[in-house]
Structures are given as C-alpha cells and as structure tokens.
C-alpha cells in the first residue's frame, strides 16, 4: 500500500512521534514494553550423574527428569496424593492382588514412539528383571506377572497385597520409558512429559524445551525453555539468585542467607517442606548403642530446638521418629525422651557407663552435618560422653563406609524419601536395628489396603522407633524457596524431591 | 642494647611474636569462657555484645576461641619447623661434609619434595591416616625438610673453605667433629633466622589445612577452621571472619619482622 497526501505524512509522523514516547517510556521502565519471558533457570546444588531416574538412586535426577521429561503410569501432587496419570483409571480386585490399569491413548514420546501398554509392560519388567538397576527394585518385588490383553490395558497380578504399590508407581524410579531410548536416558532422557532434553553441559546445566505434541491438554505450559544451573556454594547460589542469573532456588543451600534476601523486593522467599529427615544413625550391633539405655540417654541429652536453631538457624521442624509432619498418619513423638540432661546421666549410669564412654561420629563434608555434629558434641560432653568428630566424604567414602560395610559408631545424614520408614526393617541396612514386631507392622501396612488402618499402624510404627531410638531423630529440613517474586507455579512444598516446571509461568 | 634499639622491624616483630606466644600459653590456664562452650541463644553477637570479641555461630566465644587457636595454631608450627629444621640441617650438615654423589641425589630428591605444595602432601597424608594434629604438623614438617637441608648445605659449604676448618683438618680431627665444633656453630645464626621465618610460614600453612579440614577435628578451635565457618556468615558476621584471619596476618607478620630482624642483627656482613 502507497501512502500518499497529508494523511501518509502525518501518520509517519505519528509513528515517528509514538516510537520516541515509547523508547522514553521504556527507557524509565524496562521491563514495562518487554515481551513476556518464556524461559526459566532454575538452580540446583549438585549436578546429577545421570538423568534416568530407574537406573540412578540420586534425589537430584529425579529433580530434573520427574514430571518435566519423564511421567509414570501414576504421578504424587504436590500435597502428597497419588493421581492418575499415563494410567487413567485402574481397579484393585477384592483381594488386593489383581491391579487392572486404563491406559491412556495418544501419547508419545519425544522421539515420536506411541505409549501403549508394551512399553508399560517392558518398563515393569526392567524395573523388576533379576539385572534391574532400579534403586527402588524391592518396590516392584511383590508384582508376580505383567498382562497386556490389549494396547490400552495392563495388568499387574501380586504374589502379596501391595498396599502402596500406586504411591510407589507415581516414584521417579518408576517413571515409563520406551525400549528403543531406555538405554540412552542416562545421558539422553526420552519421556513422554510436557518438556523435551534439548542439552546437558555437564558441570554447568541441563537445558529443556517445551514438547509442542504434549498429550495433556488440560495443562497449558507456559515455559518455552527451562534450564538447571548447577552451583554448589551457597555464596554463589545468593550471588546468582541476586544477579538475576538464576531465576529460582526451590533449594537454597544456607539458612543463615537467607535472611539477607528479605530486603531485596524482585525476590520472594517461601519456606516450604521437604521429607529430609536428619538421623543420627547409630550401629545397634555394636557396643554400647546395642544397649538400649544408652540410645535413649543419648536421644535424652539432644535439645533438638537447639539443634536446629545452631545448625540450620532455627529454619526446620524437630522430629521424635523416622517420619515428618506432612507424612500421612504422623505422630509428634519429639517428647517420648524428651530433652534432661540430668535424667540422661542417670539412664547412661544405669546402663554401666557413669563415667560416659567415647566414640567417633562418621560426619558427612555438608555443612548440616557438620554443624549438628559439633552441636551433638557440646550435648553428649554435658553427659559425660565423649564424641570425636571423623569427617567422612559423601557420597562415595560414606557410602563405602557407613552405609554398605556399617563401620561406624554413630553418623549423620539426612534421609530424602518420603515415606521411608521401613529402612529400619530391611535386612541389612546400616543400622543394624532389628526387630521383629517393627518388621510385622509394616508387613501389616502391605497387607491392607485400607488406608485408616495403614495410618493407624505408621503410628504404631513411630511409636515403637521413638521408644528404641535406633538412631538419634533430629528434625526435617526445610525447603528453603528463593525465586523471583514474578515467578509463579513452583512447588512450595517438596513431598517427593522434585522441581515440576508444569505450571511454572511468568507473572506480567 | 644501643643496637637492639636501633632496629625497629626487629623489636615490633620480637613484641608481637612475645604477645603472641603470652596468648598462647595463657590460653592453658585460663580462658573467658570455655572454648567449646555453646550457647545457641547467645549466637552471632557482635564484639563487646557478648563476650570481648562476639560469639559465633553456636554462641561459643570468640575471644576464648582465638585464645585456643592461638595455642593450637602455634604449637603445630613449632612443633613442624623443629621437627623439619633438625631432620634438614642433619641432612645439610652431612651431605657437605660428604659432598659427591650424595650431594647430586639428596638435592635432586630436596628439588622434588619442594614442588609437591603442603596442603597437597596433607591431603594425601590425611587419606591415609585420617586428618589431625598429626597430618599438619608432618605435612608441614616435610616441607620444611627441604629448605633447611638446602640452606644449611649451602652455608657449610661455605665454612668448609674456611682456614681455620683447613687447619682442623690438617690437624687430623675427624669430620664429624669439625662439623660440631666448628661448621654448626658457624652456622647457627643463618639457622635461626630461617626457623623464625618458617614459622611464620608454618602457621599460615596451619591455617590452610585446618581451612580444607585437614587440621585439628573440632572441637579443638582452629583459626582456619574459624574462618571456613565464617563464609557463608559474611554478611550477617563479618567479625567471624575478620577476627581469625586477623590472627593469622598478625602471627605471620611477626615471625616475618622477627626473622628479619634477626637476620640483621645476625648477618656476618652487617656486623663487619
């Protein structure tokens, strides 16, 4: 179209005029014109090794990967619940040994192959096979045969009642994979989830995509990049956060920074909670924690407040047993041996040791370790109990040591699955706690499928590790939230470690 | 006395090496508070808020901490560069009254031991058998190894040329003896300036192990380990910081002024 006369002239003029205001109003407030961002850099602490959950026990894949690439046949939301997801319906046979799944139809994965109950067989049947790297095999252990009668039907027969095999099948470690790419996942995931492997520069980040062909249409993503960041110093991870570099921290690595943020307006902080469980877990076989007394003396003289004010600056909530207050059927036990350094003397005396005994805690290089260490040491000297501190590299050297030889005294560590409870009943494991009425409770929580009667005896549960104190419960960690105060949609909370970048957007 | 006064360097470094040591040793029998004391309530006071210097983190005092450090901090280095000085100057002393063969292999062997930086021979010593007290002062201790056979072999080779080491030898006196009598004490000087240096050293190399953790296991108090915890307090704490790392350039700088000093006062030249 050929402008022509005064009108032409005067609206060059006008646009010229308009484009001047705006550079001027844009110049005031950039952010005011700028087009609506559609990318996201969300920081971790410590890069993964790999990126395919069923083959690696790292909480930090499964916060990558889960829900963002990958997706189960079930998924846990962020309060906790189990939903449907690539199964859209199932039902359970009277008897709790016949779980019959709808299989949703139309999805693909990223490399264009359909989803369809084959692929959910062969993932059941990796996750299960006598080879299976699966970190969570034991939850695939009770599943006797996998049926496919038709591509949109899988059924999964049990040799015993499962009762939470659904809430085990919404588990990274569980997530659906295709024969075809299973074996590259490590380094190349291929998921059928909202967000596509575009890169990793390891040592540096992962790079997603949105997935244009996602099946559920429900759900409007709104990120058309995400990044991971990987920074491991706290200084740095507040450095970044305050730059801009890093749009959001879901796990902000020291709670004495973050106090620091609170002036800074373009940041919000949101303290949500996690399932880390910090234990001090004590060898039950060996001299004196295979005396009962002496564990509980030693839980006696641990002010847990105190812990958790020097060690994470007063951010986390004290626990009596292996379970936090966002588990389902959980029981504050924190007053079962409740803080008195006089009554601990007098327990620990009574066992034989009224002079106190010394021994060496293994403590793991982080630095929550490290410090309810040093605080745990100051306690036990006021009880006459001498403990030597012996920094232990985590993972590899603490792995080694502690949790597959069990040569060690007392450590630290704090545990990240949810619902874990059940550590204290398998054979071996590093503490060395055995007892055969705690190993039937939760035979019985298995058995049943009623969901009271399972709350009902995770009580009991807590109750009996809260009496016998096989490790020194100390509190959970919380989940400290710096991000951008115009991102919305991350999770405030972490029932299963995760970052869902789903209904992650910018705010205008 | 008129000459120890004209040298400034060497009496600010003999006053602040003396305070130094004064602290280190009161540390053992007193102290404002008990190092390892914790008292969470009280925790991240400024100086003179709580206690003289401030608190830290568990609410343990900083003042009495320091005192620790003091201690411990120097009693690692001394112990190091006496273990090193003596262990080197044997090697020095030696290889020059034997010289030959043996002078090429030890000072080749000395070329190595140099190039392998402290904290790294700390760290590998600290896989072994733990980190520790032991750790630093035998990284440390090995460090110094080198230096002093390095020095003392260069100084005797001096006096070996002397005449009146010539007419010793002339007069029939075996080596070992003119080395006693006559190359050591010769030599001495040269020595005590290079322990005082050393020292110095010693304790900043203390300071960088107990940083990475290969010091003293808590609750020992360490100023490098005082200063590791103080990182992510900068900015609410920066005395956490400060205060330590203050030790630190304080205890270098005074066994620097000190061996300077004494190398003045000591150096053959000077004295001419």
């Known amino acids: ?227 991971f960041r990987f920074i491991g110093d706290p200084q740095a991870q507040a450095a970044a956060l305050k730059a801009g570099d890093v749009d959001a921290f879901p796990e902000f690595g020291a709670p004495e920074l973050v106090k620091s943020f609170e002036g800074d307006k373009k940041l919000s902080t949101v303290i949500g909670n996690t399932e880390l469980k910090v234990v001090a877990g004590m060898n039950n076989t060996r001299k004196p924690f295979s005396d009962k007394k002496v564990r509980q003396a030693l839980m006696m003289a641990v002010d847990r407040a105190t812990v958790v004010e020097g060690a994470w600056s007063g951010y986390g909530t004290p626990i009596g047993s292996h379970y936090t207050p966002n588990d389902r059927g959980y029981k504050d036990l924190t007053g079962t041996w409740p803080y008195d350094a006089a009554k601990a003397k007098a327990l620990l005396a009574e066992a034989g040791y009224p002079n106190g005994f010394s021994f060496t805690m293994k403590a793991p290089q982080m630095a929550y370790a490290q410090r309810s260490s040093q605080i745990l040491q100051a306690m036990f000297a006021e009880i006459g109990v001498t403990m030597n501190i012996e920094t232990t590299e985590f993972p590899a050297k603490w792995v080694a040591d502690v949790l597959k030889a069990a040569d060690y005294d007392m450590t630290i560590v704090a545990h990240a699955e949810p619902m874990d409870i059940d550590i204290y009943a398998r054979d071996p494991y590093y503490f060395n706690y055995k007892n055969p009425a705690f190993n039937d409770l939760l035979a019985k929580v298995e058995a049943t499928s009623d969901a009271a009667e399972q709350d009902k005896l995770y009580g009991e549960a807590q109750t009996i590790l809260a009496n016998d104190v096989p490790a020194l419960f100390l509190f959970v960690m919380p989940k400290l939230g710096i991000w951008d105060a115009k991102l919305k949609g991350l999770w405030e909370n972490e029932p299963i470690p995760s970052n869902v970048l789903t209904e992650v957007h910018w705010e205008e | 006395m008129k000459k120890l006064f004209s040298r400034p360097v060497l009496i600010i470094g003999f006053l602040v090496t003396l305070a130094l040591v004064a602290v280190a040793l009161a540390s053992l029998v007193w102290t404002p508070l008990p190092p390892a004391k914790m008292n969470i309530l009280h925790k991240l006071q400024p100086p003179l808020g709580f206690g003289l210097l401030g608190t830290d983190q568990f609410g343990r005092d900083v003042a009495s901490m320091l005192m620790v450090g003091a201690w411990n901090s120097l009693s690692t280095a001394v112990l190091a560069v006496a273990l090193g000085a003596s262990a080197g100057t044997a090697v020095g002393v030696i290889v020059a009254m034997r010289r030959g063969w043996l002078e090429l292999v030890t000072m080749r062997f000395c070329d190595i031991i140099f190039a392998v930086p402290p904290i790294l021979s700390a760290m590998m010593l600290g896989a072994f058998i733990g980190s520790g007290r032991l750790t630093a002062v035998a990284a440390i201790a090995v460090f110094m190894v080198p230096v002093f056979a390095r020095l003392t072999l260069s100084a005797a080779r001096q006096i070996w040329t002397r005449d009146y080491v010539m007419a010793a030898i002339g007069m029939g006196r075996s080596k070992a003896t003119i080395t006693l009598v006559h190359i050591l004490p010769n030599i001495s000087g040269q020595i005590i300036v290079q322990v005082t240096i050393q020292l110095g050293l010693a304790i900043l190399t203390e300071a960088g192990l107990s940083f990475l953790g290969l010091g003293m296991p808590p609750p020992a108090p360490t100023w490098g380990r005082m200063l590791a915890d103080a990182q992510t307090f900068l900015g609410q704490a920066p005395w956490l910081a400060l205060l330590p790392g203050l030790a630190i350039a304080l205890a270098v700088l005074g066994f620097n002024m000190l061996g300077d000093g004494l190398r003045d006062l000591l150096d053959p030249k000077s004295q001419a």
Not at chain 1, 60 to 74: D, K, R
Not at chain 1, 138 to 149: G, H, K, L, M, N
Not at chain 1, 177 to 198: L, Q, R, Y
């Open chain 1, 1 to 227: 179209m050929r402008s022509t006369g005064i009108l032409g002239a005067l609206s060059r003029r006008m646009l010229i005029g308009g484009a001047v205001v705006l550079g001027m109003a844009a110049s005031f407030s950039t952010n005011a014109l700028a087009a609506p961002k559609t990318g996201a850099v969300i920081g971790m602490a410590v890069e993964p090794g790999g990126l395919d959950p069923t083959i690696g026990a790292q909480v930090m894949i499964g916060q990558v990967t889960w829900q963002n690439i990958f997706e189960g046949l079930t998924t846990i939301d962020k309060a906790g619940k189990v939903q449907p997801q690539l199964a859209e319906s199932w039902t359970i046979s009277p008897d709790g040994l016949t779980y019959t799944f709808k299989l949703r139809q139309g999805v693909t994965f990223h490399n264009g192959v359909a989803f369809d109950s084959s692929v959910a067989k062969f993932t059941i049947d990796r996750a299960r096979g006598a080879d299976s790297a699966n970190p969570q095999k034991r939850y695939f252990a009770s599943i006797a045969s996998v049926e496919t009668p038709d591509p949109a039907t899988l059924i999964l027969t049990l040799s015993r009642p499962t009762g939470s095999l659904l809430y085990w099948l919404g588990w990274p470690a569980s997530v659906m994979v295709e024969p075809k790419s299973a074996a590259d996942n490590k380094v190349t995931p291929v998921g059928t989830g909202p967000f596509k492997f575009v890169n990793w520069a390891k040592g540096s980040k992962v790079d997603l995509a949105k997935n244009p062909d996602y099946w559920n249409k429900a759900v409007s993503v709104k990120l058309d990049t995400a990044s």
